[in-house]
């Protein structure tokens, strides 16, 4: 199967976010030909928005996405999504990843957590819309259900995203759904109307650590070039996100030699 | 809810598997009022088949289950997953519980993967039969997918289970299957025709190891109870059996401690 066309890499500032700030992390994109960035909201607010908006637009990148909301067990859940929907609008983000939160402190409740996820997005969606920001539901690997995220399956997010209408849709992380055995199923479900960002890197074995131990696409063991074949299929037409949490490895490298390497891979194995 | 009957608690030998021989896990049941046992096939083979199954008989305990047959990207799986059989016959087990394997070494073909253990399960699904020995897949948590089994939800173990008919079922772990928005749908599925064994352990926060680190009944957030109810509802009134890897805490203990409180959790947290 062909490559992936090679503007279509972007740039999840995660990958990068211990060695550089955003403004060495917009740079560092354009210096390595890079058309698109995924800021997290700390970066975001270290840089300004205002500032970061204006060298974003400056260097010409895409912002894919903004990371993040969600996380609707937080006392602030509510303001703080409201702040990340403007931040998402002032850079023209194409959505707000949401991660929608784990278990609330000291329940055992998935269902009541699962259920008030769906609660919380529908309140804030009306917002999103009148801003013109989509929402994209990250479903989170299972190993991460109580802590991160108790949406942990495309179908699971897609069922949300179908009571609730237009203007929400996923996220599909290849870290996260791999494994999954309706994976290309529901990738077909979703379609272009829903997939709003895709997500890469890989799984290592072994995997050392629940949330910092992902790997450089082909470093592990996801087949990417199939996934691609399914959410190309599905209608996806826009950029291919590398979002790498590496305590081990990648964040310990240069990041240049990261930026290099991601682009190198993106072409040869993804 | 009331608690669980005592008298349905079994001892799956990896709990101690540490500290014991198979022959002092047996007396452990036998002097802590504990009426099962699920004994791994490497402590099997350490005591021999034949004085095992004399010891168990003449202390009265029930063998819940084999651990295990599977493993189909062995390369002398069907030799091994014949002796197996013929251990759970030999031990008049309720069930071989089936760890299927994950990628064959060099693979990212799941796909295939998958299709294979299907195609295996068939090759000895009638020999199984013959024996008078029940097949239970166990679904492992989807972190597993890549080293371990390729079969990561009840709903892809159930899809094998009906196009194989008769003798192969599932083993519902709690540590597997907790997190699925699908659970009690799929137990329920499931019924009393296809759950051969149930397991119990806990997930902890953090958990901080992807294979090693299960925690004790109570000192976790699955919501224990919630899942026996699914489980009682769908017919199942087998053993519960307890099944806890732990590196860092349990298998450092006085095994006699451990007994001691998976009696206790069993009784006051399930």
Known sequence: MASPDPSLLSLNTATVSKQWT???????????GIRGIAPWRDKLAEMGVTEAARAIKANGLTVTGVCRGGFFTAKDWLDDNRRAIEEAHAL????????VGGLPGGSKDLIRARERVKECISMVLPEARK????LAIEPLHPMQAAERACINTLEQALDICDALGDGIGVAVD?????????????????????IFAYHLCDWLVPTRDLLNDRGMMGDGVIDLPRIRSWVEAAGYAGMHEVEIFSERDW???????VLRTCKERF????
Chains 1, 2 share one sequence.
Do not use: F, N, S
């Open 131 to 134: 801003a013109g920001v989509r």
């Open 251 to 257: 964040w310990r490298r240069d990041p240049d030699e």
């Open 174 to 194: 290849v870290y996260h759904v791999w494994w999954d055995p309706k994976l290309e199923q529901q990738i077909r479900r979703a379609g272009k109307k829903r």
């Open 267 to 270: 072409a040869t194995v993804t």
């Open 22 to 32: 955003l403004a060495q992390m917009i740079e560092g994109c354009a210096r390595h």
């Open 92 to 99: 023209g983000a194409h959505c707000l990843v949401l991660v």
